[in-house]
């Protein structure tokens, strides 16, 4: 009998994730099944489990949390617009919460870049983005000819994430995609960079698949969805109530009804499947002579009270998955600040949520940078003479004021500030 050394269980399991992503928790026998930190109720999350997060409304609901402002939010500058404090105030106040100004050896580039951006942005940006809930992203990059440039980029197409594979150099860097099922390709697709762009949510985890966000609310999600749940209990708990009916004493025998006797028990279940429609109720006044009862008898149902916690605890779980994707639930349900986090003055929920985006935002950009764009301006210009890099307000402001300094030096301008604002340095 052979013994495999941990060090080699390790480095199969590692090996088959990274042959077959979709299946490696099934291939990798030393995990567990289930988290051992909630036990039997909870499994482990895998590619599988995610096209049923998807069809969690609330789940969705967090993902176009998450693209949206990124989508809708973010502004490409030139050099010189950027060194503008009033222009990037203007732009802040009008929702532009993610700016980057392009520099580049020459005019012609630095537009050229921008308008590559914006059009990736619109047409693009979404299929990349779709890496947030599957870890990574794998899209074909279609091209166009135009009459100013040799080829700009169009849109892309992409694939679903089980019928891609990475492709590696002889040294063992990403270097493009296998496309499998592709029409009049029964081998697959080959395709390298630039006419692929694969794009990688928290590659820290894994640096070619990355992580789904949805493994970090996978736990609450499971909690509230799985068979005995939040959502589970609370179904149970109405349907039972709203649909209970009541008693129906009968006495045994049958009753004439017009010229045709029916078994008494046929007449109750009539009787109360009219509970269920809201229609009336006809009985006999029959009285049994020994006990002075009715024969026929009809209890209705009592009201059970609501038990404490159960409205709340399904609420709680919804504010969970949202925290667990990064998403500050005083974001999702405040009314203030166009309805987007401040209806008691709480701006800092607001502040580190654009801050959590502002990565997603950079790491789009890089991926279509160093696939697709240093591509596209060498072909046309023959040169990769440029850059992309994020601006904020304070950038701006420290680059006019430089301009400001009085020759006596920082001494003259804290003079000068408390003269024009009357205020003490």
Known sequence: MTHKSPKSSVSNMLTSYASNPVNSYANASPLPLYDPQYGHNIPLFNRTTIPTMLRDGRIRFGLQMLKGPIQYNTVFM????????????????????????VTAATPEIEAFVIKTLKRFWSLGLDEALTAIEWGFSCSQVVYRTTKEFKVSYDYLKLYDSESVRPLYSDSKCLVGA?????????????????????HIHNRKVNPVFGQSRLEWCSIPWHESYVCYGARDIRR????????????????IGKTKVGEQEIDNLDLAVRLMSNTRTGGYRVMPDDVNPSTGQQKWAYTPPAANITPNGLMEYPEKLRYEILEAMGIPPEVAESQGDNTMGSATGRKVPMMLYYSTLAHLSDQAIYDFDIQVLKYLVLVNFKTTDYSVERVSLEDADIESSLGDVP??????????TEEDTGLTV
């Open 78 to 101: 030139t050099e010189k617009n950027s060194r503008s404090p009033a222009l990037i105030d203007l732009l802040k106040a009008n929702g532009a919460n993610f700016m980057y100004r």
């Open 178 to 198: 296998h496309i499998k099922g592709v029409l009049n390709k029964p081998n697959g697709l080959d395709l390298v960079f630039p006419k692929v762009l694969w």
């Open 236 to 251: 149970t708990w109405f349907v039972k109530n709203a649909f209970d009916g009541g008693e129906m004493r009968y006495p």
């Open 407 to 416: 020759e006596g030096g920082t001494t003259d301008l804290v003079s000068k």
